[in-house]
């Protein structure tokens, strides 16, 4: 059974950082583009991050450019985002995704499978 796992997620501060993990299984993911995504209540899911199977190619939402950094080991078949700077409007259910046979993709669409989610909760 493929599955994708993340962690990472909880309660900070405004300005501090978190660290997201997405553990895959099931299969590999090495040769797939990996992205995060993420969920504020009562929005829709939006783009964050996305990186190419190869790891020479990221690309980042406007909202994150400079703060956050998408990065993966495919070694282990897993997937960080590092997440700095943090403002109370990153608030959301963050989504680890793949996208099966892709170089780089930033569409939701585009994404085959997801994980169950993280909570990243940022206090002012």
């Known amino acids: 059974q493929v599955q994708l796992v993340e962690s990472g997620g909880g309660l900070v501060q405004a300005g501090g950082s978190l660290r997201l993990s997405c553990a895959a299984s099931?299969?590999?993911?090495?040769?797939?583009?990996m992205g995060w995504f993420r969920q504020a209540p009562g929005k829709e899911r939006e783009f964050v991050a996305a990186?190419?199977?190869?790891?020479?190619?990221?690309y980042y939402a406007d909202s994150v450019k400079g703060r956050f950094t998408i990065s993966r080991d495919n070694a282990k078949d897993t997937v960080y985002l590092q997440m700095s700077s943090l403002k109370p409007e990153d608030t959301a259910v963050y989504y680890c995704?793949?996208?099966?046979?892709?170089?780089?993709?930033?569409?939701?669409?585009?994404?085959?499978?997801w994980g169950q989610g993280t909570q990243v909760t940022v206090s002012s």
């Open positions: 099931g299969r590999t993911f090495s040769r797939d583009a």
């Open positions: 990186i190419s199977w190869s790891a020479d190619t990221t």
């Open positions: 995704a793949a996208s099966y046979g892709s170089n780089l993709v930033t569409k939701l669409y585009e994404y085959n499978y």
